[in-house]
């Protein structure tokens, strides 16, 4: 058999891909060329990408730079050494081991280990100083959390002094573009200093109190709202250093000399030196326990040799202290006089030693930050509205301030000077909501105008009784008309409160508003005398004087006992002193600085009880002289001396309650005890 063979077919051209119907010359194209063309269109857009990029590039860096992701070599600058020393050497592995600390100091947080977490906290300040929330852990940490583990009220101040000191001359100062922590610190100065939730927070106020009136006195005694700011713009527009006040007044050198010759320098040693000598000379309370005089451990030769010089004390007292004052409310407190003038030529005359008074200058300070943010939208701008709204309320609640150095008293009055400052800051923060801007409230809707009508009323309530005790009926009347304005658009107006008198509110309200804890029995105690010398004895009407006058007796003995001597005290510390003792000083305080016509103080004087203004001359004499010739008239006619008065028996003190107001029948005599 034979075998046919097959001779082998050419090789036949590649089959296209599927789909690929391109002409077989287009198919043939040399492998080389095609690369080309797909290297070029790549290199393009790698081009373009490169342009893009660095026309983005500086926007970029622009707001790296604004949410400070970037720490370069000149951002350690004026940060503490180890701090620095951290930054730089761990670059850019810091974020991680932010991290890692940070989710650790989280969990011992948690579990109560607040010491490990504090320490965790203070490490991860100083690898990453831009980590804002940090800041305000540590610091909350500490005045909160710490603090209430401390049993001695020194210890607890100093952990809550140590967060607030964070804050203000760390946290901020490093991150000043960050709301957040002037947040934070308005809020710990609010409700941790000027609430009641720790139990040692009358100490917690006396150091605040005591801290600040050593550096700026006591501006408030014995002033009108309009005299306090007055007397503040003496601080806030002092030299700036004190180059600039010698140039300013040559006059000063004699001081500055006097003061090395001495050993003393121009500071805030200097500063808090003299508060302390006035503080000690002008206490109710230093007859009775050390004696007025120069305290232990100051510079008596050169206090001696400022008082006994008026070329010297004069141009101390006038120049170098505003001046001093101004610079340490800066380098201390991290605090503008010029700021703080501003806010009580706005709200009123606000006294820098109460908590809410510096917790509206911080929350101010960071509401303004927040409105230059690039990331409003962030922030609730409402809360922080609302604090500031409360914070005003607190002051029309207990802005007046009594601080006394010697006995380290402190008592926190009403001062219903500042209801129309909440009104203005009510009328402007719905300005804002109702603004183009608007009022933001952190990843939900904008904030609305009834968000705020709640503590709006509330704030009616409290103002009416407040404005009403304290002898301003027409603006009493004016807050209540307005309450029932709002009780009727709530659709409320009908129930029986809101349809009665002024007299008859007041009178339902008083017990829900007048809290009988120590703060609110010394506050009502106050009111009710007030109202008793204004309504009382500025009318001639005893019988009211003396209703005013049980109506606070009442409630004292109630929280004292002091009539039922088989019920148990309140302890010592908290003692306010006897009731005489109360109506000697709310009465001194009307005569002095009450905002009612002289004729009318004349008039509380002509019905005053003679052993009432026996006590009070010494104390007044001075300023019922300078308020008569003020006001046109005799001081001997206005406000004669007390017939029963003897110069050379009585003495510049209130020790003597002997000679008493009885409180169940008409004036007369009558020791009512300390409670």
């Not at 948690?110 to 690898?127: H, P």
């Not at 934070?184 to 609430?195: N, P, S, W």
């Not at 720790?198 to 009108?224: C, I, P, Y």
């Not at 409230?441 to 009323?457: C, F, H, I, P, S």
Request: glycine share 8%; charged share 25%; proline share 6%.
């Amino acid at each position: 058999m034979t075998q046919t063979l097959t001779p082998p077919r050419p090789a036949a051209a590649a089959r296209p891909l599927v789909g690929d119907d391109r002409p077989a010359a287009t198919a043939a194209q040399p492998i080389g060329s095609r690369d080309w063309i797909v290297e070029a269109v790549c290199g393009g857009v790698i081009v373009c990408c490169l342009i893009g990029a660095g026309f983005l590039l500086r926007s970029i860096g622009r707001q790296r730079n604004d949410l400070q992701l970037v720490m370069a070599v000149e951002g350690t600058q004026g940060m503490p050494p180890h701090v620095a020393l951290a930054t730089a050497a761990l670059g850019t592995f810091r974020g991680l081991a932010t991290d890692v600390l940070w989710i650790r100091a989280d969990e011992l947080q948690a579990k109560g280990q607040y010491f490990e977490a504090q320490t965790l906290a203070e490490w991860i300040t100083s690898l990453q100083p831009h980590f804002v929330n940090i800041w305000g852990f540590q610091a909350i940490n500490m005045a909160y959390n710490i603090s209430v583990m401390a049993e001695e009220p020194f210890d607890r101040w100093g952990w809550v002094s140590r967060g607030i000191e964070l804050l203000r001359s760390q946290g901020i100062p490093l991150n000043p573009n960050a709301p957040k922590l002037y947040e934070d610190l308005g809020y710990i100065l609010m409700d941790k200093v000027g609430g009641d939730r720790d139990r040692e927070h009358w100490f917690l106020k006396a150091r605040l109190a005591s801290d600040m009136q050593e550096v700026l006195g006591d501006k408030n005694q014995g002033r009108t709202g309009m005299e306090v700011v007055e007397a503040f713009k003496s601080v806030a527009s002092a030299p700036d250093t004190l180059a600039e006040l010698l140039d300013q007044h040559p006059e000063i050198q004699p001081v500055l000399d006097t003061l090395a010759k001495f050993d003393a320098k121009p500071d805030e040693e200097f500063l808090r030196m003299l508060g302390l000598v006035v503080m000690v000379n002008a206490s109710s309370d230093a007859a009775a326990m050390t004696g007025r005089g120069i305290p232990e451990g100051t510079n008596k030769p050169l206090v001696g040799t400022l008082q006994s010089v008026p070329e010297l004390g004069k141009p101390c007292f006038e120049l170098l202290i505003p001046h001093l004052q101004k610079r340490v409310l800066l380098d201390r407190y991290r605090m503008d006089a010029k700021k703080m003038l501003a806010l009580m030529e706005k709200y009123g005359p606000m006294d820098w030693r109460h908590p809410s008074a510096q917790g509206i200058y911080w929350m101010e300070e960071g509401y303004a930050k927040s409105l230059e943010s690039r990331n409003r939208e962030g922030r609730n701008e409402l809360l922080v509205i609302k604090r500031r709204l409360n914070m005003i309320a607190e002051l029309m609640r207990t802005g007046r301030i009594s601080y006394d150095g010697v006995s380290d008293r402190v008592d926190l009055l009403p001062d219903p000077r500042f209801i129309p400052a909440y009104e203005a800051a009510l009328a402007e923060a719905i300005q804002m909501i109702q603004s183009e801007a608007g009022v933001s409230t952190q990843y939900w809707n904008r904030a609305e105008v009834d968000d705020l009508m709640k503590g709006w009323e509330r704030f009616l309530n409290e103002a009416t009784i407040m404005a009403y005790i304290y002898g301003d009926e027409p603006k009493a009347n004016e807050c209540f008309k307005k309450l029932v304005s709002l009780a009727q658009d709530q659709g409320m107006g009908d129930q029986p409160i809101y349809r009665e008198s002024l007299q008859a509110f007041v009178t339902l309200r008083l017990g829900d508003v007048m809290k009988l804890d120590l703060n609110n029995t010394r506050q009502f105690v106050d009111g009710m005398i007030n109202r008793a010398l204004v309504d009382g004895l500025g009318q001639g009407r005893m019988d009211v004087f003396n209703r005013f006058l049980k109506m606070a007796y009442k409630v004292y003995d109630k929280k004292y006992s002091v009539s039922d001597p088989t019920k148990v005290r309140v302890q010592k510390q908290t003692d306010i002193g006897s009731f005489p003792e109360l109506v000697d000083a709310s009465f001194e305080g009307m005569m002095r600085q009450g905002k009612s016509p002289v004729l009318m103080r004349a008039r509380i004087w002509a019905w005053a009880p003679e052993e009432l203004k026996i006590r009070a001359w010494p104390k007044l004499k001075d300023s019922f002289t300078e308020q008569a010739v003020a006001g046109g008239l005799d001081p001997a006619r206005a406000f004669p001396k007390p017939k029963g008065y003897e110069d050379d028996k009585v003495e510049d003190t209130n020790d003597s309650p002997n000679d008493t107001i009885d409180t169940t029948e008409p004036v007369g005599a009558g020791d009512t005890g300390r409670g």
